[in-house]
T-cell receptor, first 110, second 113 residues
Framework: AQRVTQPEKLLSVFKGAPVELKCNYS??????LFWYVQYSRQRLQLLLR??SRESIKGFTADLNKGETSFHLKKPFAQEEDSAMYYC????????????FGSGTQLTVLP | EAGVVQSPRYKIIEKKQPVAFWCNPI?????LYWYRQNLGQGPELLIR????????DSQLPKDRFSAERLKGVDSTLKIQPAELGDSAVYLCASSSMAQETQYFGPGTRLLVL
């Protein structure tokens, strides 16, 4: 069975400070990892995926298979980054089910 | 483009009553998903459709939940009868075969009293 763990329910940082949202997973196959974000009063949307290896809104995430982690990082947090962040894993094969973590509420303080 | 459309946005019912949620996916998206999100949790897949076929409904509580996707476009999720524990946000998402990125609707917040 696949599982995604986000150990921090709440995370607060000051504007301009670095931020790291933790995500660990368990999956026996070769996973695809994603970060989704939900801003206040908006719908859930894809932020980035590990396959793309891109930086979106200054955020990056590296898949570490040895530590089974996919932490989300940004060197300088902005107030507009305040949102709920979900890490998700998609299984390989025909099922391709998306499994979400329980989310981390990030608050960037002025 | 309106994106994924869901209705109603909010629903309050008494336990044992039936309830239905409707979803209109993004035009051209053949895959449709229904998720349930309990308070403080991430979304959990209930059922996935490829066109009009339910290809993954292993997480759908079939004793009280049912879903359909007639003509492979709009979908309806029904609960009958509702229980207190069904209070949650019900999310619909869609994706295309080419891209596979899931686009989510705004959700329906259900409260069962």
């Amino acid at each position: 069975a696949q599982r995604v763990t986000q150990p921090e329910k709440l995370l607060s940082v000051f504007k301009g400070a670095p931020v790291e949202l933790k995500c660990n997973y368990s999956y026996s196959g070769s996973p695809e990892l994603f970060w989704y974000v939900q801003y206040s009063r908006q719908r859930l949307q894809l932020l980035l995926r590990h396959i793309s290896r891109e930086s979106i809104k200054g955020f990056t995430a590296d898949l570490n298979k040895g530590e089974t982690s996919f932490h989300l990082k940004k060197p300088f947090a902005q107030e507009e980054d305040s949102a709920m962040y979900y890490c998700a894993l998609r299984s390989s094969g025909s099922a391709r089910q998306l499994t979400f973590g329980s989310g981390t509420q990030l608050t960037v303080l002025p | 483009e309106a994106g994924v459309v869901q209705s109603p946005r909010y629903k309050i019912i008494e336990k044992k009553q039936p309830v239905a949620f409707w979803c209109n996916p993004i035009s051209g998206h053949n895959t449709l998903y229904w998720y349930r999100q309990n308070l403080g949790q991430g979304p959990e897949l209930l059922i996935r459709y490829e066109n009009e076929e339910a290809v993954d409904d292993s997480q759908l509580p079939k004793d009280r939940f049912s879903a359909e996707r007639l003509k492979g476009v709009d979908s309806t999720l029904k609960i009958q009868p509702a229980e207190l524990g069904d209070s949650a946000v019900y999310l619909c998402a869609s994706s295309s075969m080419a891209q596979e990125t899931q686009y989510f609707g705004p959700g329906t917040r259900l409260l069962v009293l």
